[in-house]
Nanobody, 122 residues
Framework: QVQLVESGGGLVQAGGSLRLSCAAS????????MGWFRQAPGKEREFVAAITWDGELHYTGSVQGRFTISRDKAKNTVILQMNSLKPEDTAVYYC????????????????WGQGTQVTVSS
């Protein structure tokens, strides 16, 4: 059974940092793109960042320069380091995986975690 389990969410003040982790089990994702999406109340799920199997990085414009995605293939883990957080970053953050290259459309990702809440206070 494939599982993606996120951790590291929480409450932080604006300007602070959080580190999200996604641990994958049930299969190896070494050939997959792994990414992070987020969904705020009343809004659609949106792409945040992703990394391909060969290390190519992708970010949405609003997090460029503040968030960093990385992966440890040996541990089947992907990390999202979030710095300079803003209240508009508040959302449930989801880890996702797909075979092949990165796309920003959530429906192309067959594997999802349960989500972790990130709340940034002003």
């Amino acid at each position: 059974q494939v599982q993606l389990v996120e951790s590291g969410g929480g409450l932080v003040q604006a300007g602070g940092s959080l580190r999200l982790s996604c641990a994958a089990s049930g299969r190896t994702f070494s050939s997959h793109a792994m990414g992070w999406f987020r969904q705020a109340p009343g809004k659609e799920r949106e792409f945040v960042a992703a990394i391909t199997w060969d290390g190519e990085l992708h970010y949405t414009g609003s997090v460029q320069g503040r968030f960093t995605i990385s992966r440890d293939k040996a541990k089947n883990t992907v990390i999202l380091q979030m710095n300079s957080l803003k209240p508009e970053d508040t959302a449930v953050y989801y880890c996702a995986a797909k075979n092949g290259r990165v796309v920003s459309t959530p429906s192309y990702y067959p594997y999802w975690g349960q989500g972790t809440q990130v709340t940034v206070s002003s």
